[in-house]
């Protein structure tokens, strides 16, 4: 390895096929458009290209297929600087992608195949454990086998790597596992998933958060959109609003957020100025179209913060 690791993460990688619709289809609509793109995506892949552009030194443990798609996608990983030597090309197996229509409010609907994804193993977490020897931090989503995903969750734990768990899509993880979790980041309709309450408002937002740190995590941040995030740490509970900008597609924006906070919790050692800087960079990337394509580099985010 050149370098050495920050941050660690395990997931999914898929190539997204992306319609600018009109409007959102409803069921038996069918719908035609002009506008297309096909780019790298995955939660997992957005999330390390999100942090390495931010300054981080990433490395990735994942699948692809053995396939022109799963080579395009180890590929752009390598081109954005993230180590990508724990990638395995999988035989005999299709390339994970998601089928994602947004509308000209930057809202959208996703449809994923896991496709090699789900083939990510135990073995293949142990086969990288030099990264967990390594990092300071580790990412983690839940495209993929939930045992899976509790096993990269007590190997960070076990060797003191810091885990910030984005728990999407949500799953009934293990309450001993989830009391390893350093830092729980959710959006609103996860955490409503997750409490049974639902969100309407600031206020409501706050209760959930309370909710789910009673439940042992370190600290909670649930994400609102354009109204910025709520991070619930053991001292105090907080609103992060964010800078208003013109939505263009929103597709990679909540990645985009839990790879800035990760890095600048990292860098700066501070939370709370973490959450600060994460709801700009989301901001940001909501104002370009599509997944990887939208993620902002340090500079450009340095620039738009200036203007704010």
């Known amino acids: 390895m050149d370098r050495d690791i920050d941050i660690v993460l395990c997931g999914s990688l898929n190539v997204d096929f992306i319609a600018f619709v009109e409007h959102l289809p409803v069921v038996g609509e069918t719908i035609s458009t002009r506008h297309c793109q096909i780019v790298s995506g995955g939660k997992a892949a957005n999330q390390a290209v999100a942090a390495s552009r931010l300054g981080a030194n990433v490395a990735m443990i994942g699948r692809v297929g053995d396939d022109e798609l799963g080579r395009r996608l180890k590929a752009d990983l390598v081109r954005d600087g993230i180590n990508a030597q724990h990638v395995w090309p999988t035989v005999g197996v299709e390339t994970g992608i998601s089928m994602i229509a947004v509308n000209p409010e930057g809202q959208n609907t996703i449809v994923t195949s896991l ?24 990412m983690l989503q839940m495209e993929m086998e939930q045992a899976v995903g509790e096993y990269f969750i007590r190997k960070a734990y076990e060797k003191g790597v810091r885990l910030v768990l984005n728990l999407a899509p949500v ?61 619930k740490t053991a001292a105090s509970l907080y609103h992060v609003s964010s800078p208003k900008v013109q939505a263009v597609d929103s597709t990679a924006a909540g990645d985009c957020f839990v790879a800035a906070t990760t890095h600048f919790w990292k860098s700066t050692g501070d939370l709370y100025v973490a959450v600060q800087h994460a709801v700009k960079v989301a901001a940001l990337s909501v104002t370009k179209k599509g997944a990887q394509s939208s993620l902002p580099n340090l500079a450009e985010y340095l620039k738009f913060s200036k203007t704010l």
């Open 171 to 231: 799953v009934p993880i293990d309450s001993e596992v989830l009391r390893m979790v350093a830092l729980l980041i959710v959006n609103e309709t996860e955490a409503t998933q997750l409490t049974g309450m639902p969100i309407h408002s600031l206020e409501d937002a706050e209760r959930a958060a309370e909710a789910l740190w009673m439940r042992g995590v370190e600290q909670v941040i649930i994400t609102l959109g354009a109204n910025g995030a709520i991070l």
């Open 115 to 138: 496709g090699a994804n789900a083939y990510v193993s135990l073995k293949d977490i142990d086969n990288a454990e030099s990264l967990f020897q390594q990092a300071k931090f580790a």
